[in-house]
């Protein structure tokens, strides 16, 4: 198979570019981007015949269509704002498609293309690298668990584990996206129905497995709610996206959101309109990186909370990446970057049977797809905890009820059953269970015998005695 990277050079393509490399039947790789001598060297830093550097400018729609007809499938790792001209491109070349998000109101625009997909018999997957990408296939094997879904709970965050420079601003991901993150209203699923509210509202404490712990996220606009209430249905009344960055980002990003320095409006300098959201985006761009990359872990997770058999059910699903070694890159990068390698090869080889224009959640068959993130060093695991509470009157499935916790790698298929961990007083759904929801806050704290880690909670926790 033959596939293009679009953004080939970027910062996802660092683990997208290996991966296809290293899988069986993959003949060529081309790295494909505007800037030709960027291209030739990460294509010469390959060491592999297979990857080719490829001149195209994505927004030349003819010289793009031209240039697609040459490969069996686009993965789109450009700027989300390039997503409709380039999946047209594909469907007018007649080659699958896949990209990382279209930050909501992109997606919805590329789904209106799916009859075209359709009439030319190809698959266009939107939004395949963590998440959106490996969020919603947890979602929708999550949800085939349930009777009934009332709320989904969807996070994000992680932890610098190695590598960094101190004082250097390294964005974990393009500059962008996370201007508009940090200033477009996001959309939230209540009552059944999508509504917008401010960026950077709704504050959460949650508390993720170390390294990463407890860290503060707010709503943030992302594709998963584009698609998830319709694919999952089964009620589903409530859903939201969190982030959580580390607070120094979070800071510096929103007091430039703050200031002007990221709008989209122009503004007269010298006699020349800019926009200073460009201009901030390329001084940003143009930074001195670290003399060692970044590495960190990255944690996606996924909590359905519904009924099964009657009584109330709490799934909750991790996506847990650290570092990979071999390619020197952290988590972040290989659980967005591999993603579309697997989708890339899944379409060609004709795995995924569906043509159009489809989520992740309906492309993948869930169980193949989590084992295929951890195959071959990939490193992606996925993590699944069942809570049964048993009959309950408490409409809030975060604060009471004990019940059984059932713990599985899911990939592997293991299981094995423990006492439902406890949780900091004030902490968010990173671990559903309530031992320590209604304690007094000054409580002294032991640190917990049971054996999911350090976790503290005030010794009157029941698991604790």
Known sequence: MKVLILGGYGAMAQSTVPDLLSSPGVERVGIAGRNASKAKAFAASQRDDRATAVSVDARDSADLVRELKHWDCVVNSTWYDLNVPITEAAIAAGIHYCDLGGLYHQTLRQLKLDARARDAGVTCVLGIGSTPGTMNVMGMYGASKLDTVSKVQLRSSGA?????????????????????????????????????????????????????????????????????????????????????????????????????????????????????????????????????????????????????????????????????????????????????????????????????????????????????????????????????????????????GFGTLSTRSVASGSRRRRPPAPRRPGVGPSAPFPCAARLPSRSPRTRCRRPQGPIRCPPPCAPCR
Not at 212 to 238: C, N, Q, W
Not at 278 to 293: A, C, F, H, Q
Not at 359 to 373: G, I, N, Q, S, T
């Open 160 to 400: 610098v584990v190695a590598g960094g420079e101190s004082g250097k601003f390294v964005p974990p991901y393009a500059i962008r996206t996370i201007f508009d993150e940090f200033s477009l209203d996001a959309p939230i699923l209540r009552k059944g129905k999508i509504r917008f509210v401010p960026a950077l509202s709704g504050l959460e404490r949650s508390e993720f497995m170390p390294p990463v712990g407890v860290v503060e996220g707010y709503y943030t606009i992302h594709s998963e709610l584009a698609t998830m209430p319709k694919t999952i249905a089964k009620g589903v009344r409530e859903m939201d996206f969190i982030v959580a960055f580390p607070p120094p980002f979070r800071e510096t990003v929103a007091t430039l959101v703050r200031l002007g320095l990221a709008s989209r409006e122009e503004i007269v300098v010298e006699g020349t309109k800019v926009r200073p959201y460009d201009v901030t985006s390329s001084v940003i761009d143009g930074l001195p990186k670290p003399r060692e990359p970044e590495l960190d872990v990255d944690i996606q997770r996924c909590v359905l909370v519904g009924k099964k058999d009657g009584n109330p059910m709490t799934m909750r699903y991790e996506a847990i990446t650290w570092p990979h070694k071999k390619w020197n890159i952290g988590g972040g990068v290989v659980d967005t970057g591999v993603p579309p390698s697997i989708a890339a090869q899944w379409m060609v080889n004709g795995l995924v049977k569906r043509k159009g224009v489809i989520p992740p959640e309906v492309a993948f068959d869930p169980l193949p797809y989590f084992k295929e993130l951890s195959a071959r060093g990939r490193g992606i695991q996925i993590v699944e905890y069942a809570e049964g509470t048993g009959p309950s009157t408490d409409p809030n499935p975060f604060s009471g």
